[in-house]
């Protein structure tokens, strides 16, 4: 069995498919209001664009089973890249560590898709939550930017254990 990684109060953060059983809970998760000037108000943006735009993937982030957050990645044909968009903890589950898990998590999936080699994202410059978390986990900028956001990378993780998912 796979280990899923903790957060820092011992809960499995897992990422799940968005069901009829927990879509709601994704819908509803909401960043704290003054993150909204980052991020979308609600889950349900995301939902929404993964469900009408035919290239993101919806994911819930899960701690012991219960929706604490949705995250959603994409695949770039033109260049092969992998893309991580729409993270979003939901505000009373922050700083406990959610964040850091569901990204390992993420990234182990990402790197077990066939012929993927590097992982991207982007955030806005003045979100320093996401700066440090996504630093720490290895991403550099790519000097590109999408919008007003600074475009980053990293190489997917060629380890075993994330190989196995
Ligand atoms: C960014 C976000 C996903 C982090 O999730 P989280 O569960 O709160 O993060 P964690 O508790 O796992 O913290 C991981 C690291 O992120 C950074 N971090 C998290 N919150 C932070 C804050 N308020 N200020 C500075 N750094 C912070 C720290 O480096 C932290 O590590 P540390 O605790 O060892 O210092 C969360 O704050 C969030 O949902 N923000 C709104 C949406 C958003 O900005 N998403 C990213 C868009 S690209």
């Given at each position: 069995?796979?280990?899923?990684?903790?957060d820092r109060t011992?809960?499995?953060?897992s990422?799940?498919e968005?069901?009829?059983?927990?879509w709601r809970?994704?819908?509803?998760v909401?960043?704290?209001?003054?993150?909204?000037?980052?991020?979308a108000?609600?889950?349900?943006?995301?939902?929404?664009?993964?469900m009408?735009g035919?290239l993101w993937?919806?994911?819930?982030?899960?701690a012991d089973?219960?929706?604490?957050?949705?995250v959603?990645?994409?695949?770039?044909?033109d260049?092969?890249t992998h893309?991580?968009g729409?993270m979003?903890?939901?505000?009373?589950?922050?700083g406990?560590g959610?964040?850091r898990?569901?990204l390992?998590?993420?990234?182990?999936?990402l790197?077990g898709l066939?012929g993927?080699?590097?992982?991207r994202?982007?955030?806005?410059?003045?979100?320093?939550a996401a700066a440090r978390?996504?630093?720490e986990?290895?991403f550099?900028?790519?000097?590109?930017t999408?919008?007003?956001e600074?475009?980053?990378?990293r190489?997917?993780?060629?380890t075993?254990a994330a190989?196995?998912?």
């Amino acid at each position: 069995m796979t280990n899923l990684p903790q957060d820092r109060t011992g809960r499995a953060i897992s990422l799940s498919e968005v069901s009829d059983d927990n879509w709601r809970a994704v819908a509803d998760v909401a960043p704290h209001d003054e993150q909204r000037r980052f991020v979308a108000a609600l889950g349900a943006r995301y939902l929404l664009l993964s469900m009408r735009g035919g290239l993101w993937h919806s994911l819930a982030i899960q701690a012991d089973g219960a929706v604490v957050g949705h995250v959603m990645w994409a695949h770039d044909s033109d260049d092969g890249t992998h893309w991580i968009g729409g993270m979003l903890i939901d505000a009373v589950e922050q700083g406990k560590g959610v964040g850091r898990a569901a990204l390992q998590a993420t990234i182990r999936l990402l790197s077990g898709l066939p012929g993927a080699r590097e992982i991207r994202l982007s955030y806005h410059p003045n979100n320093t939550a996401a700066a440090r978390l996504y630093t720490e986990a290895g991403f550099r900028p790519t000097g590109d930017t999408e919008d007003d956001e600074i475009v980053v990378a990293r190489a997917v993780d060629t380890t075993p254990a994330a190989a196995r998912g």
